[in-house]
């Protein structure tokens, strides 16, 4: 093994633990928000109600009351899926799918933004 050989794998070990906290890091700020927005839904829904009502003018009222009776646990469910997804073995394979509902729902709430701010 040479010198350049050397100096070129330590650069890849940097950035590999670069990666890896920068990874770790973004995993915890995520399940931080997604569990504190989930309980703050959870002890005042009448605001998120109101809010899909507004939104959502053709559903029923019973449906409204049921998606914001489920939204503040899937937050919960997914952002403490995360934490555990960076601790447990056994739940580290099912990372990518975690991942990808976190996508999803952050996905969801940023359409939910946009169609809110739009001038009427």
């Excluded at 053709?58 to 995360?82: K, R």
């Excluded at 934490?83 to 359409?111: C, D, N, P, Q, V």
């Amino acid at each position: 093994m040479t010198i350049t050989d050397t100096n070129f794998s330590e650069r890849i070990e940097k950035k590999k633990s670069f990666l890896f906290y920068a990874d770790y890091l973004i995993a915890c700020l995520l399940s931080i928000i997604l569990i504190y927005a989930g309980i703050n839904k959870i002890t005042s829904p009448s605001a998120l109600i109101e809010n899909l009502t507004s939104l959502f003018k053709f559903l029923p009222e019973n449906l409204i009351i049921m998606i914001a009776s489920i939204l503040p646990l899937i937050e919960i469910g997914i952002g403490t899926a995360l934490i555990f997804s960076l601790y447990e073995e056994r739940i580290k394979k099912y990372k990518k799918a975690i991942s990808l509902s976190t996508a999803i729902l952050f996905g969801l709430f940023l359409a939910y933004s946009v169609t809110v701010m739009q001038p009427e």
